[in-house]
């Protein structure tokens, strides 16, 4: 409190040598000076409240003699000073005060729809001053004194209670604006019924009503304000005077969102159950806690257009001033005698928002009168002050808010974007109306935009603002469509702020085609750089000011064709930007832009090369390595002492840049120079200059090296981050490494650095990798059950390795409880999710719901496909099986050829399993006929499934035991469908498959085992000749037709006399391997010594 006192003594002595008596005192000197920064005019809403009066000395009533001035000089003698107020504290403390509670009054009344506020939520205990007990005794005497000081302490309490309480309600809102019953009270974090939220409370409805500890509880008419669909949390009462209620918080507001855990970092809440379990978890680390509301608007405000500007002015200014309870220092009057400067540029509404301090010209935020006046007044006459003051103009009663949709329509489901642009318009029209006369006088002006266009531009940049800030790629892609719909309709001509945050909202996109796009319709130029003619999509409706043409707009078409990897489109746009149309690069001439936008801001910057670098890097090929060297090259290293002219210099971005684009191919030696040369240029690598580099020796297989980096990173005073330690965490997870992963964990907590989600999802990788999927079980539930670390168990990424650790162990009731835990903690499952739920249930046997799952995933990529092919198979489901697999095979998927092999081999297994020869016989003709070669694993998949066996049995009981179980009626003919079908392409059969037909034919007996007598004399190697058959060996084979194997075992007993007569049959073409043993051994079995008749099948 010495330091105010000081401060006062300070100021009353200025004053006395000022001779100050009041803010109204001529002015001698007045200028003023122009501030950019002010310049534009930027949208908000807000409703203007009553102000209230300040008694201010009227400028006429001065008097301007000589006299009067020595009259009042005699009013501040010195022994004014030494009469000073014996509570000058008091008075300190009041002014302290007053200036708070108006720069909250300020606050609240520029409060966005979106706030953030941070409560305490461990309860503050707050002790009342105990009275002396001697001072009790005294007052003994006196019942009623007593009484009354009984009550004056307990209302004190009372009011020091509410003071350091949260006193906050929340309740459940449902679909159809429906309440819940009971209320969480976020002091105690319990629930309660409505009567027992009030219990106790004084509950008023009016906004006069403001006594302390009285509920502002939530009305109808802010709970229709909600949408009929929403499901969330709203604050249902405030107590008046609580920690909540000074924080801006009122009844009615949406909360959106908490505090992690651990971190700075809000997640979502839409429950009161999630609320209440983030408050307890967030308890046991930390005090407070981060609360972000949303602030439910009516239906129609006004738009306001807020300018602000500076003046700097000497005594006397000439201007009354007042406080207003918004908390801002309001003009209200101007004298006639005032100067040239303030009559021109001062208006009546204006409001004051800081004053230059006497000394160091610092601005210091004006919050009442007296402020002001006291820091006008500490200048002698004819110093000059400089004051900023703000503007505020009414565009149109009627212009919206942009995000809420006009009263007369009816509650659809458009979206904000809709409802933006449907704002941005309507605003558009009606401001246009009303500046239509103004709009005509000045049509022909260049530039020219009205104050509904200005509106729409700064509205749109808000917008684009906000959704780019979120990362919300769909979204961003919508808003810049919707935003470039509305500057159309209005006939705006796009500023360069908002023209680049449009590119950049595509770009977050990875949009590039509709970012170029955007920059040929609205410049009418090549966004290649090159002399092509382009066709506009707005035929030039779209269109910009001569300025919007900078390195700042370009800079984001040039990240477009980095997006691309288009390095040649890129080099073409630098050229263009330098003016020179005589360079030819990737076969297309140049262009120049010169004269076509900004001249002062047109020449490529270093930030425009670094960008073109990134898009050679990113091609991926040795091209574009090339190319990013030979861009790299083409640029001065960085001089201190003597700046590069031309080209721009380096810096540590291009350098990390091509440091990177080494990493690609694993070039670290390369990469190694590219460091040096860094260091050598007076610039200092940072951490992405390390994790480059990290990146770099990993890629060429060198993780010791790697860690070697590491080290060395930390003897260089730069602590690594979590990107450095994921890295080297991910290669050694590869590397099967497990131990060292675990241990480098160690080394990052122990460095103060929290693992997050990623560094989780590697470890639990790695140990699935590792065919461990019970640690890494157990890894993620003992994170989930940590409070430390379960915020950071919310993540898709890991629910996925969980439910596929799952399916690893056959558990899929396991999986299924998994996803169940998505749900309940907020997060969705995505396509990796419910593949990793098929492959669950798969190995669960429970092939119904695995195919159910899949019919429910909507695009499916390829590997949820090829899982989805083995649930339809094993579920039986082969008519849409085979459907899904003739699309796959037509080229209508993304099905890589081995993954189409695996589909069709599931399908073939399935078949076969289930007795569906059609449908295995369609499989194995549309597999051969796509140009596909039956694998080993294809005649696996097809002996499983018939149950084939590739060895005679060595005893009587075990061939007694096959003869029990042979295979059904059918399995022959399809074996030798199998063998016409290879032989049609000239294609081998797997030894193991041919040695299982043999075994099978043995095992059968009669007319099975005499066609697979002759199958051995058909049999060759891949590298013999064609030979023809015959049942007699004295018979010259003449020239007839082919019979197939199939047809001869139907029809055996007809075609057996045109085998002796010459006739052809297939050759078996049966590679050499090692398991020709097992060949020979099967032959020997069906083997018939002489003519033997062939015998009846069993039937």
Request: glycine content about 6%; some cysteine; proline content about 3%.
């Amino acid at each position: 409190m010495v330091q105010y006192k000081d401060a006062a003594l300070a100021l009353l002595a200025s004053i006395v040598v000022g001779q100050a008596t009041s803010i109204q005192t001529y002015s001698t000197a007045a200028f003023m000076i122009p501030n950019n920064r002010w310049k534009d005019s930027a949208i908000i809403t807000r409703t203007r409240s009553n102000s209230r009066r300040y008694s201010a000395i009227p400028y006429d009533e001065r008097s301007s003699s000589s006299d009067s001035l020595q009259e009042q000089d005699r009013g501040f003698s010195s022994t004014g000073l030494l009469n000073l107020p014996d509570d000058d504290d008091e008075i300190v403390d009041a002014l302290l005060a007053k200036k708070e509670e108006r720069r909250v009054a300020r606050q609240q009344s520029t409060r966005k729809p979106v706030y953030q506020v941070t409560l305490p939520i461990v309860v503050i205990r707050a002790t009342v001053a105990t009275t002396n007990e001697n001072d009790v005794t005294a007052t003994e005497s006196s019942s009623d004194a007593n009484g009354e000081r009984l009550a004056s302490l307990v209302a004190k309490g009372q009011d020091i209670a509410i003071a350091n309480t949260v006193g906050m309600s929340l309740r459940q809102v449902y679909s159809g604006r429906r309440l819940s019953e009971l209320a969480l009270d976020v002091d105690t974090l319990r629930f309660q019924s409505f009567g027992g939220e009030l219990q106790g409370r004084d509950v008023s409805e009016e906004e006069t009503d403001k006594s302390l500890g009285s509920l502002e509880v939530l009305q109808n008419s802010v709970l229709k304000l909600v949408k009929e669909s929403f499901d969330g949390v709203v604050v249902s009462s405030v107590t008046r005077g609580g920690l909540a209620w000074q924080a801006g918080v009122r009844a009615g507001d949406v909360l959106a969102a908490t505090s992690a855990t651990i971190g700075s970092k809000l997640w979502p809440k839409s429950t009161l159950d999630g609320v209440r379990s983030a408050i307890s978890s967030r308890k046991v680390i930390s005090s407070s806690m981060d609360f972000e509301f949303r602030r439910l608007t009516v239906d129609k405000v006004e738009a306001e257009s807020v300018q602000s500007f500076e003046l700097s002015l000497a005594r006397p200014i000439g201007i009354n001033v007042e406080d207003t309870d918004d908390g801002y220092v309001t003009v209200t009057g101007i004298s006639d005698k005032a100067s040239e400067v303030v009559a021109n540029n001062i208006r009546i509404g204006d409001r004051v928002l800081s004053v230059e301090s006497s000394i160091g010209g610092q601005m210091w935020d004006v919050y009442n009168t007296d402020g002001l006046t006291s820091a006008v007044t500490t200048r002698m006459p004819g110093q000059p002050v400089r004051i900023r003051f703000e503007r505020v103009e009414t565009i149109d009663e009627e212009a919206v808010t942009a995000r809420l949709p006009q009263p007369e329509s009816a509650p659809s489901s458009k979206s904000t974007m809709t409802d933006a642009v449907d704002g941005f318009r309507r605003a558009g029209r009606v401001a246009a109306a009303s500046e239509a006369p103004a709009a005509q006088a000045q049509q022909a002006l260049p530039g020219f935009q009205s104050a509904a266009q200005k509106m729409l531009l700064s509205r749109s940049r808000d917008l684009l603002r906000t959704f780019i800030a979120r990362n919300e790629v769909t979204k961003n892609l919508k808003v810049a469509d919707r935003v470039i719909e509305a500057v159309v309709d209005s006939e705006a001509a796009l500023d360069g702020r908002t023209l680049t945050l449009i590119l950049a909202a595509y770009n977050m996109c990875n949009n590039a085609d509709k970012t170029i796009a955007t920059f040929e319709d609205v410049f009418g130029l090549a966004g290649d750089g090159s002399e092509k003619e382009v066709k506009r999509v707005h035929d030039g409706r779209l269109s910009a000011d001569i300025a919007a043409l900078n390195t700042f707009t370009i800079s984001g078409l040039l990240r477009a064709h980095a997006v691309r990897g288009d390095y040649e489109s890129a080099l073409r746009v630098l050229a263009a930007m330098e003016g020179d149309a005589a360079m030819t690069i990737g076969g297309k001439p140049t262009r120049s832009w010169s004269g076509k936008g900004d001249p002062l801001n047109m020449l490529p910057d270093t930030r425009a090369y670094n960008i073109a670098l990134a898009a050679a890097a990113n091609r991926g090929t040795k091209d574009g390595l090339d190319a990013a060297l030979s861009i790299f090259e083409s640029m001065p290293n960085p001089s201190l002492s003597n700046p590069p002219l031309g080209k721009p210099a380096k810096n540590l971005v291009t350098f990390n840049t091509m440091i990177n684009a080494y990493a690609r191919f694993g070039h670290y030696e390369d990469a190694l120079g590219v460091f040096k040369t860094l260091k050598e240029s007076k610039l200092q690598p940072d951490r992405v200059t390390y994790t480059a580099l990290i990146k770099t020796s990993i890629k060429s297989g060198n993780i010791e090296k790697a860690l070697d980096i590491l080290d060395d990173m930390k003897w260089a005073s730069i602590k690594p981050d979590i990107v450095s330690y994921n890295t080297i965490i991910e290669a050694l997870c590869n590397a099967n490494r497990l131990f060292e992963a675990k241990d480098l964990i160690n080394e990052m907590e122990t460095a103060g650095l929290s693992p997050d989600s990623m560094t989780y999802g590697l470890l639990m990788k790695g140990l699935l990798r590792a065919n461990k999927p019970g640690p890494c079980l157990t890894f993620f539930e003992s994170a989930c059950s940590d409070s430390r670390t379960v915020a950071l168990t919310e993540n898709v990424q890991l629910y996925t390795t969980a439910i596929s650790a799952a399916a690893a162990l056959g558990d899929h009731e396991r999986a299924l409880d998994l996803v169940a835990r998505m749900n309940q903690a907020g997060v969705r499952p995505n396509k990796k999710t419910l593949t990793a739920l098929m492959g669950a249930c798969i190995s669960g046997r429970k092939y119904e719901a695995a195919a159910e799952i899949f019919s429910k995933i909507k695009n499916p990529d390829s590997h949820a496909i090829s899982v989805g092919l083995q649930a339809l198979c094993m579920s039986g489901k082969f008519d849409s099986a085979v459907e899904l697999i003739t699309d796959e095979r037509s080229g209508q998927k993304t099905l890589s050829g081995k993954q189409v092999m695996s589909g069709f081999n599931s399908l073939l297994q399935s078949a076969l399993e289930s007795g569906e020869y059609d449908i295995a016989r369609e499989a194995l003709t549309s597999l051969l006929q796509a140009g596909y070669i039956p694998s080993k694993f294809t005649f696996q998949a097809m002996a499983e499934g018939l149950n084939l066996h590739r060895d005679m049995p060595r005893t009587a009981a075990l061939l007694k035991a096959r003869q029990r179980s042979l295979p059904s009626e059918g399995t022959f003919d399809f074996l030798l469908f199998v063998l016409d079908s290879l032989e049609a392409r000239k294609l081998a059969v797997n030894s193991e498959f041919y040695s299982s037909i043999l075994v099978l034919g043995s095992e059968l007996g009669g007319l099975e085992m005499r066609i697979s007598s002759i199958l051995t004399r058909s049999r060759k190697n891949s590298n013999q000749k064609e030979v023809k058959i015959s049942l007699d060996p004295t018979d010259v084979v003449a020239e007839s037709r082919l019979i197939l194997w199939e047809e001869l075992y139907k029809n055996y007993s007809t075609l057996k006399e045109d085998l002796s007569n010459g006739a052809q049959l297939p050759s078996v073409r049966v590679p050499a391997s090692k398991q020709f043993g097992r060949v020979l051994a099967a032959e020997n079995a069906v083997s018939y010594r002489g003519r033997v008749a062939a015998g009846s099948r069993r039937r």
